[in-house]
């Protein structure tokens, strides 16, 4: 009860307020140094990123909630790293998908088995492009997913079958809006100059 009252008096003066706890993909020392290595050698790229072929894939499940935890912090401590989880990438129960983003396109959202007979046609309809596959680098392919899952998590009626779930899928894929994915791609600058900076560790983004 006397921590309790402590924090609703620290909160009322604005030294520690409630956040959702900040989520970081687990790192090995390996991992780090192959990130900034990769954020170097494009350190000093900007159109060239409207060339590339962002793809990744992600399982989304029924019954799906926005798994955010919270945590009483001061402001400005966000990146404070005490305030973080480690979480490790790891596949569940669910239906799998896989889509590609690139500077004024996307794919089609894609339930597959195979990436061939569906990548290779996208692929043609671009000039020069340079694939990307995700691999935990300071990527905006995965944003998209999030953009998805929220619009699954708030709607009012939630899919109750996998085929149902299929459907909500495509809807929230085709609703992505252009403008947002370009605006994804336009920060890679600004993702990769934060990396270098962070020597290879988490970035804010």
Same mark, same amino acid.
């Given at each position: 009860m006397e921590e309790k009252l402590n924090f609703l008096k620290l909160q009322k #003066?604005?030294?520690?307020?409630? /956040? +959702?706890?900040?989520m970081e993909?687990?790192?090995?020392? #390996? /991992?780090?140094? +192959?990130?900034l290595e990769w954020c170097r050698q494009r350190s000093l790229w900007d159109e060239e990123w409207n060339s590339i072929v962002f793809s990744d894939e992600s399982r989304f499940c029924l019954g799906m909630h926005d =798994? %955010?935890?919270?945590?009483?912090? %001061?402001? =400005? #401590?966000? %990146? +404070? !790293? &005490?305030?973080f989880v480690a979480r490790h990438v790891h596949h569940t129960v669910g239906v799998m998908v896989w889509g590609a983003i690139a500077h004024g396109s996307k794919s089609p959202l894609i339930f597959i088995r195979v990436l061939e007979p569906h990548l290779l046609p996208y692929l043609d309809t671009l000039a020069d492009p340079t694939f990307q596959q995700d691999n935990a680098r300071p990527h905006v392919a995965r944003h998209v997913w999030d953009m998805?899952?929220?619009?699954?998590? +708030?709607?009012? %009626? !939630? !899919? &109750?079958?996998?085929?149902?779930?299929?459907?909500?899928?495509?809807v929230a894929w085709n609703e992505i809006p252009q403008e947002d994915i370009d605006h994804l791609i336009r920060s890679m600058p600004r993702r990769v100059g934060e990396c270098v900076a962070h020597q290879g560790a988490s970035t804010h983004y």
């Open positions: #003066e604005k030294f520690i307020e409630e /956040h +959702n706890i900040k993909i687990y790192q090995k020392k #390996e /991992h780090r140094r +192959n990130r =798994g %955010r935890a919270r945590v009483r912090r %001061r402001r =400005g #401590e966000r %990146r +404070n !790293p &005490q305030f998805m899952g929220r619009r699954l998590v +708030n709607l009012q %009626r !939630p !899919p &109750q079958t996998l085929e149902a779930l299929r459907e909500e899928l495509v």
